[in-house]
């Protein structure tokens, strides 16, 4: 049972469309990170977010923790093909030091 | 600056071999963690070690064991390997123990086939 579940699974856009990827758990986390996957890679951390309501942008991509910290979710603008990869969010909680426990993932596709 | 590091990159096992995975935590961090990546899944968290101890497990059978060395370096062992046990076993290091918001970084992980 995945205590977060990511939405969509997987999502393919043509090149200039936006897109909002969800993060969902019914558990309450310290702190919330998203990261993006490249095939054969490990995960590369793209944000971290601490405050409930914390809104933070990078470039293209803006990423929202909830109010009461169990969602969150990531907005990306004007979608690239170097957008293409797994996005993964991961939640940890304040009891359970640096251990994450990961949504499934959504697979993005980018097409130009 | 090296970041985490893993090796081997690649390797292939056996039904009931063992295998041992190693990984070197980035530069001034001091806590390793282990995570198990099946194809097409999110990172399953398997064990972390923190001054030289196992801290914390996820639900991983004893066949999955662990080590960490004073340099804070760390070893991943899988004893009677499944077809199962197939999948990208990724590192990730962090400073403490605790602390929300700590930056936890991974290193680009090893994959394990088992025949």
């Known amino acids: 049972t995945q205590l977060l579940e990511q939405s969509p699974q997987f999502l393919s856009i043509q090149e200039g469309e936006n897109l909002t990827v969800y993060c969902n758990s019914s558990s309450v986390f310290s702190s919330l990170q998203w990261y993006r996957q490249e095939p054969g890679e490990g995960p590369v951390l793209l944000v971290t977010?601490?405050?409930?309501?914390e809104v933070k942008k990078l470039k293209r991509l803006t990423f929202q923790f909830g109010d009461a910290r169990k969602d969150s979710s990531l907005h990306i603008t004007a979608a690239q093909p170097g957008d293409t990869g797994l996005y993964l969010c991961a939640g940890a909680r304040g009891n359970a030091g640096n251990m994450l426990t990961f949504g499934g993932g959504t697979r993005l596709m980018v097409k130009p | 600056d090296a970041g985490v590091t893993q090796s081997p990159t690649h390797l292939i096992k056996t039904r009931g071999q063992q295998v041992t995975l190693r990984c070197s935590p980035k530069s001034g961090h001091d806590t390793v963690s282990w995570y198990q990546q099946a194809l097409g899944q999110g990172p399953q968290f398997i064990f972390q070690?923190?001054?030289?101890?196992e801290r914390q497990r996820g639900n991983f059978p004893d066949r999955f064991s662990g080590h960490q060395f004073p340099n804070y370096s760390s070893e991943l062992n899988v004893n009677a390997l499944l077809l199962g046990d197939s999948a990208l076993y990724l590192c990730?290091?962090?400073?403490?123990?605790w602390g929300s918001g700590n930056t936890i970084y991974f290193g680009e992980g090893s994959w394990l086939t088992v025949v």
């Open positions: 070690y923190y001054e030289e101890e």
């Open positions: 977010v601490v405050t409930g309501g």
């Open positions: 990730a290091s962090s400073r403490g123990l």
